[in-house]
């Protein structure tokens, strides 16, 4: 095969087969063929698409691409959860356990934080002595003994997602329907799971600005995880505003536990229950979903959810005390405040503009070599349709470099509206597709 005749032949509108996708990214990964003609391929996919057949099949090849996880050593069905990446989206820390409670196994994989979103990883690094390495022995082990881990994505898992996405990155490349559904699904094929429950986020705080694309973005995910035979469910979810109130590392774990205490805010609770009674109905332990939430809900007011949590701390070499004990995170020294400078209802948050502010006071990272300060972050007092008094605390910043935390206040202060008239808040969950679909 040639790679110039294929990029012409994508280039012209045509669509390439299997096989050729197949070499194209054999060949990229084995450094045969460079990133001048990856970049041009990427560019030609943005201007022709590809269709379904070639995002399955670019699916298939990254997800075969490297080391695939074999959880069949672990009892039950296991469902994973993945959201597209937003702003304050420390869900996984709630549902996780919530699932598990309700007898989920729960085996997974996350990512670290990069630019304004934030990655359940570096969250789980806030909490002292936690490791977010296992060797796969001992990942199983865990899964099977306390019913859940959470570990960071292995080095040999889709190294061709790895190099495209990095091209991707710097190329313009990044915003494809098929591109970014591949990337995601081939990641969350090779994880394992029987069962999939994808979060796609929609708003300014989001990959998908407008609902439209985030439905065709879902479509296309659920697509792809059921023609290779794993029950896929997605939600479309908020992110036109933070999720919950805090946003950076520790602040996030302790609005997780807060939560799985039944005193977290009322997005972040709605939406963890939402999403593990999905899971609890995909794992074959509810008979419909509302079954299936009525079990988490259970889960979540007697406090099972919150002691499957500390297992899961203690399991992973986590101090479980953190749970009673919040001076036990990493402290911030410098706090400042963003208040109110006219009363009204808060008619618009933006959440990238969070995340921002977020990411100034050193809870981000801008390339991925950089470290992150784990007390650093932003909480948001008030929420979208929120009265508001002028001069009430809008959001504080804490972080450990004053100039890093007063940039941060500065980015944020371009976040808020208030209005004078009240707005109803957004609707959290706006659709679930594929929970129709026949299973046997
Ligand atoms: N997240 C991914 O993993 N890949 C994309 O292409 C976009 C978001």
Not at 414 to 437: N, Q, R, W
Request: hydrophobic share 40%; net charge negative; charged share 25%.
């Amino acid at each position: 095969m040639n790679m110039v005749a294929l990029i012409q032949k994508k280039k012209d509108g045509k669509a390439l087969q299997r096989e050729e996708i197949q070499w194209i990214i054999d060949g990229y990964v084995a450094g045969s063929i460079p990133d001048y003609q990856i970049s041009a391929l990427l560019m030609a996919i943005c201007f022709q698409g590809l269709d379904k057949e070639e995002t399955f099949a670019l699916t298939e090849a990254m997800r075969d691409s490297g080391d695939t996880i074999d959880l069949s050593p672990i009892n039950g069905i296991k469902v994973d959860k993945h959201s597209t990446g937003g702003v304050g989206d420390k869900t996984t820390l709630v549902v996780a356990p919530l699932a598990s409670a309700c007898g989920v196994p729960v085996a997974k994989m996350s990512g670290r934080g990069l630019g304004f979103t934030g990655g359940t990883v570096d969250k789980m690094e806030s909490i002292p002595g936690f490791r977010t390495t296992l060797e796969p022995s001992e990942f199983l082990a865990q899964v099977n003994a306390i019913g859940m881990a959470v570990i960071g994505q292995t080095a040999h898992i889709t190294p061709a997602d790895k190099k495209l996405y990095a091209l991707r990155d710097v190329t313009a490349t990044v915003d494809n329907f098929g591109l970014i559904a591949s990337s995601i699904m081939s990641k969350k094929l090779a994880a394992g799971s029987d069962a999939i429950v994808l979060d796609v986020k929609v708003g300014d705080g989001a990959f998908m600005e407008n609902l439209e694309d985030a439905v065709t973005l879902a479509k296309l995910m659920v697509e792809i995880g059921n023609s290779a035979g794993r029950r896929t469910v997605a939600a479309i979810t908020e992110m036109g505003q933070p999720l919950g109130k805090a946003v950076g590392n520790s602040l996030e774990v302790i609005e997780a536990i807060e939560t799985l205490k039944g005193n977290g805010p009322a997005d972040i609770t709605e939406l963890a229950l939402k999403l593990s009674g999905i899971m609890v109905y995909l794992g074959g332990k509810a008979s419909s979903l509302e079954e299936g939430m009525e079990k988490t809900r259970a889960a979540l007011t007697d406090g099972r959810g919150l002691s499957q949590l500390r297992r899961f701390i203690a399991a992973q070499g986590g101090n479980e005390a953190v749970v009673d004990d919040y001076s036990l995170f990493p402290q911030h020294t410098v706090e400042k405040k963003l208040t109110a400078e006219t009363s009204g209802y808060v008619h618009r948050i933006e959440a990238r503009c969070i995340g921002l502010a977020s990411q100034h006071t050193g809870a981000g990272r801008a390339t991925k070599e950089d470290t992150v300060d784990l007390s650093a972050g932003v909480y948001v007092h008030r929420k979208v349709g929120d009265a508001v008094q002028a001069g009430e605390v809008l959001a504080t910043f804490y972080g450990n470099d004053e100039a890093k935390v007063d940039a941060a206040a500065a980015e944020a202060s371009k976040a808020f509206t208030i209005g004078t008239d009240p707005v109803e808040a957004p609707k959290l969950i706006k659709e679930i597709i594929g929970l129709e679909t026949e299973w046997n």
